[in-house]
């Protein structure tokens, strides 16, 4: 299922990701429509949501499923939102690491040093 990830951006569309899921026929292998699909990745923390006001000269900063304090709080995975992909799965999943050439810049994922205020 990975593969599905593979050549995504740090930064992307959720148009983007179903594109690949199309193209990488993951309908067909995993039995998955594409919500599911989107929604699997969320709960593992594969792929979060990008938050531009948030973002630095250096990094994306995205904030991922497990951020959120209440467990049943969903990030929101409308068609209107930019998501992200969480720096431990770029290499995991065969997608374009962060920070490499055609990446864009690194993601950040939110939460990782609260002490650091953004």
């Known amino acids: 299922m990975g593969a599905g990830l593979s050549g995504l951006p740090s930064e992307f569309t959720v148009q983007d990701l179903e594109n690949l899921f199309n193209k990488r026929g993951i309908r067909k292998d995993y039995n998955l429509a594409f919500y599911e699909f989107v929604r699997l990745l969320a709960n593992v923390g594969a792929i979060g949501v990008s938050e531009p006001e948030l973002h630095t000269e250096v990094y994306v900063v995205g ?36 920070g490499g050439e055609g990446g864009g810049l690194p993601v950040y994922p939110y939460g990782s040093r609260p002490e650091v205020d953004f």
């Open 63 to 98: 904030r991922f499923q497990y951020t959120y304090n209440n467990p049943a709080t969903y990030m929101n995975l409308g068609s209107n939102v930019r998501l992200c992909l969480h720096p431990i799965f770029s290499g995991t999943f065969g997608g374009v690491r962060n």
